[in-house]
């Protein structure tokens, strides 16, 4: 399997972060925010810096990971200003995507509207009307735009976002007849505030080619309360699911990354503090044969 991390899980600070990676014997860099800009908004000489780095480092790039499309809601259009913004920002991430060496570029979609489809009288009186519908227009762009650079696009799977499952993330692919460029960026963890169960139900979904990426964390979710907790990995509710994940992967040769992502603390603040907490369990897991 091949292991990475969400480099501003431990650090922005880049070489610090490698430093920590090297520790742990863990190749693949997946860059969110490095130093004071998220990726997209580094200056070519910044963008040339953080390729030497890594390439001197032996760390591959697996994915350049800007929330595009994040905050649009179901009034946007494609070409309306907010769309316009995040379409320029995806330009410039696939631009350092070309430096960098990443074959990956992560997307989001738009907020969450509750209830997209419905019958028996739901579809008159709880139905969010056409919000599913105003989404793949604005990521039909962003797909020609992969293709037209040679690139790969993932989408990933939210808390908050229109697609927060692997269902609903490979019927937006299904509709964009886009499984040449667009994959699912999978976060079981995130998938949970929705309760699509992990596995098998949320992996059988994308097993036949709509996987691209992974993100790995463990969380306590309440929906009722609206209320989430981030666990140490092994302590929250998929600790039954990562095993089960692990083998499929293998048994399926998954030939992507798994990235950790570090966004839990003991308490304390100390991200690089929960990453080394948890990282072992991470390796147990993913990294055995």
């Known amino acids: 399997m091949k292991l990475g991390v969400i480099c501003d899980g431990i650090s922005r600070d880049l070489a610090h972060a490698v430093d920590v990676m090297d520790e742990f014997d863990l190749t ?8 004071a800009h998220e990726v ?58 070309h430096v960098v060496g990443a074959p990956l570029v992560r997307i989001m979609t738009q907020k969450k509207e509750q209830i997209l489809w419905g019958s028996g009288g739901a579809e008159k009186w709880n139905v969010a009307q056409g919000a599913w519908d105003s989404m793949p227009p604005m990521i039909a762009p962003a797909v020609e735009l992969a293709r037209a650079e ?16 692997n269902y609903t993330a490979r019927r937006l692919i299904d509709e ?3 499984k040449d460029a667009l994959k699912v960026l999978w976060d079981p963890a995130n998938n949970c505030w929705c309760h699509e169960q ?46 089960p994940i692990a083998q499929a ?23 690089e503090a929960g990453f080394r907490r948890c990282i072992g369990t991470f390796k147990e897991l993913f990294g055995a044969n």
């Open 40 to 97: 997209g908004d580094h200056s070519p000489d910044e963008i040339r810096e953080i390729d030497m780095l890594l390439r001197d480092r032996g760390k591959p790039v697996s994915c350049l990971s800007r929330h595009v499309f994040a905050g649009m809601n179901s009034d946007n259009r494609p070409g309306d200003p907010l769309h316009v913004q995040h379409m320029d920002a995806l330009k410039r991430v696939m631009e350092m995507a």
């Open 28 to 35: 693949y860099a997946e860059l969110q925010f490095v130093g």
């Open 150 to 165: 040679g690139l790969t696009l993932v989408v990933e799977t939210g808390n908050g976002t229109m697609v927060n499952s």
């Open 176 to 178: 964009l007849d886009a």
């Open 198 to 243: 992990a596995f098998p139900d949320g992996y059988n979904e994308v097993r036949d080619g709509y996987l691209g990426h992974v993100h790995i964390k463990d969380v306590n979710v309440d929906t009722p309360r609206a209320t989430l907790e981030v666990c140490a990995m092994g302590e929250g509710q998929l600790a039954p699911y990562f095993a």
């Open 249 to 271: 992967l293998r048994a399926d040769d998954y030939e992507g990354v798994v990235s950790f992502e570090s966004v839990y603390h003991p308490g304390n603040g100390d991200f």
